[in-house]
C-alpha cells in the first residue's frame, strides 16, 4: 500500500535494495523499471518536501547546525559519461575522472536531514557556470536562517570550504562556521 505514495516508495526502495539499477528495484515489488523511473520525481518537489519535514521536527530547536560537505564518486571509464570531470581526489593526490556531488543536511545532534544536494561540475565542462559552490550554499544558510530566525545556526564543513571568503562572509552575516583547515 504504501507504494501509492512515490515520495516514500523510490527512497524506500533504494534503502530496502541491496541492488540499485532501476531494474533490481522494480523486481522486488513486481515491476519493470521503466515504471520505477516513471515514478521519479524531479529533485525539487523531494527538496521541497524534506525543508517542509524539517521545519516541522526543528522548530523548537534552539541550536541547529547545517552541514555541507563534498564527496568525488568516482568513475574510472567516464570519458563519455555526461556530467563527468577531472577533480582532484585528496586521497590518491592525483585528478580523476568523477562526479561531484555537494550536499547540505540539517541536524540537531540526535537526527538529521538531508536538505538539497547538486552536482558540480569541473571548469572544463562548464567555464561559465551560472551559480558557483559558494553562492549554491550561501543561498541554502540564508534560506536555512530565515526559516529558523530564533535558532542558532552553526554551519559545519570540511577543509573544502575553508576559504577566507567563505569565512569572511559568515562573519559579515553573523552565522558561526566551524570548517576543517
Known sequence: MFLKNTMIAYPVLLMTSIKKSFEALGKMIGKTG????RWLKPAHEYYETLLKLSIKE????KELILIFDETLIRKIYSRLMEGTGSFY?????????????????????????PLA??????????????ETKYEWIHNIILKIKSLFPTTRI????????????FLLWC???NISAEVRM
Open 171 to 173: 562573519t559579515k552575516n
Open 89 to 113: 581526489d585528496t586521497q590518491l593526490f592525483r585528478r580523476i575522472m568523477a562526479y561531484k556531488l555537494l550536499v547540505a543536511m540539517l541536524t540537531d545532534g540526535s537526527q538529521s536531514l
Open 34 to 37: 521503466k515504471t520505477i523511473c
Open 117 to 130: 544536494a547538486t552536482l558540480l561540475f569541473s571548469k572544463e565542462l562548464v567555464p561559465n557556470s551560472k
Open 154 to 165: 552553526i554551519v559545519a564543513a570540511d577543509g573544502a570550504f575553508a576559504s577566507k571568503d
Open 58 to 61: 526543528f522548530a523548537t530547536k
